[in-house]
């Protein structure tokens, strides 16, 4: 067996304690005689494998009691428009564009109802965050949307905007567990779990109790209705269980790192690493204004797309995986979640440095 060191954005690298203990007990759980992909959703021992992955996430984001936790399928996307349809009570929501996936989110909202846009980093090709601290707010928004980290770009809020006492709605996908968090300062948190959590197919939703109510948009699908997966405790239909169930042990992996202090201050040494190394290359350029970046995404360019061609090629023949940017901005881009070990870094910084010698 040989593993490589994965860059992907996502799906992206998991601890490997936790793939080791799935592949333990991928035939036999745990006595149970078949594997989780096998048993009931309704069963016992499920039952306790999902409370306790809830509980593991409230304990690690000091989750309160008037939140619920949600486990979904559809990925983030799928909530581009659950949130209106749910939220839209005014049918107005304000969103502010930092990338593609708030762009996505946006343009999604407004087939509900009329979405504006409260700012917008767009004029730079989203490689900043715009100052949100006195953003022209209309009274009748129904909530303020962002997309914290911004997965494609390697930009992230450091400051929450100012919504001017409007629910914020943020979507987590890329930072999610990354660092503590004021859970109420949001009125949804969400994210797809494929970036810093668990396998693709589940997409978590922290959300308020107020804000799930049966006032939805007309038309909206039972699957959509934050309130049936409330009431039904994730499980109204089929949940994607092995994802859950894997979700979970990465709590517990979290839980034993030492919880979410700690994996922002191994997350902020390892970004560090890559982005003082970028601060005094003769090759390398990181994209992203330098107070906006962000600890999960690290977007970078030689300026030259040959060179950066060739970066990618030959790290990859040096085992460093997937480097390669998002297809719409090109460049390279390092995606160093939670599970990325330091040792990943530093030894794609000493990479780098050989290959700045090498194409001087
Ligand atoms: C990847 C990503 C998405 C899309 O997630 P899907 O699960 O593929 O729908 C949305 N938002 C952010 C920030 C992402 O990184």
Excluded at 46 to 67: G, H, S, V
Excluded at 99 to 105: I, R, S
Excluded at 321 to 332: A, D, S
Aim: one cysteine or more; aromatic letters at 10%; hydrophobic letters at 35%.
């Amino acid at each position: 067996m040989s593993r490589v060191y994965n860059f992907s954005a996502g799906p992206a690298v998991l601890p490997e304690e936790v793939l080791k203990e799935a592949a333990d007990e991928m035939m036999d759980y745990r006595g149970c005689g078949m594997s989780v992909m096998e048993m009931s959703h309704r069963s016992k021992v499920y039952d306790t494998i999902i409370k306790e992955a809830e509980q593991d996430l409230r304990d690690l984001m000091k989750i309160p009691d008037n939140y619920k936790v949600l486990f979904l399928q559809g990925g983030a996307s799928q909530q581009f428009a659950a949130i209106p349809m749910n939220l839209m009570k005014n049918r107005k929501a304000g969103y502010i564009v930092t990338g593609q996936w708030a762009k996505k989110a946006y343009q999604e909202a407004k087939i509900y109802g009329e979405a504006v846009e409260l700012a917008s980093s767009a004029d730079q090709t989203f490689s900043y965050i715009p100052d949100c601290s006195d953003l022209d707010i209309p009274d009748d928004l129904d909530y303020v949307y962002i997309c914290e980290n911004n997965t494609i770009y390697g930009t992230k809020y450091k400051t929450l905007p100012n919504t001017k006492g409007k629910t914020l709605v943020a979507d987590v996908s890329s930072c999610f567990l990354s660092e503590p968090v004021d859970v109420e300062k949001y009125g949804v948190i969400y994210g797809g779990v494929q970036k810093n959590i668990g396998p693709a197919g589940v997409v978590i939703v922290i959300i308020r109790e107020d804000l799930i109510t049966d006032d939805v948009l007309p038309g909206t699908p039972t699957m959509l209705k934050y309130k049936i997966h409330a009431d039904n405790d994730s499980l109204y239909n089929t949940p994607p269980c092995y994802g859950i169930y894997i979700c979970g042990k990465v709590f517990k992996w979290l839980k034993k790192m030492g919880g979410l202090e700690v994996m922002k201050q191994r997350n902020i040494e390892k970004a560090q690493i890559l982005y003082d190394f970028l601060d005094q290359s003769s090759l390398f350029k990181g994209t992203v204004r330098k107070e906006d970046r962000s600890l999960m995404n690290v977007p970078f360019v030689t300026g030259n797309d040959e060179l950066d061609a060739k970066f990618v090629k030959e790290a990859k023949e040096a085992g460093f995986e997937n480097l390669k940017g998002h297809r719409t901005v090109g460049g390279m881009r390092a995606s160093i979640y939670n599970a990325m070990p330091k040792e990943g870094v530093e030894k794609l910084v000493a990479f780098m440095k050989k290959f700045e010698e090498e194409n001087a």
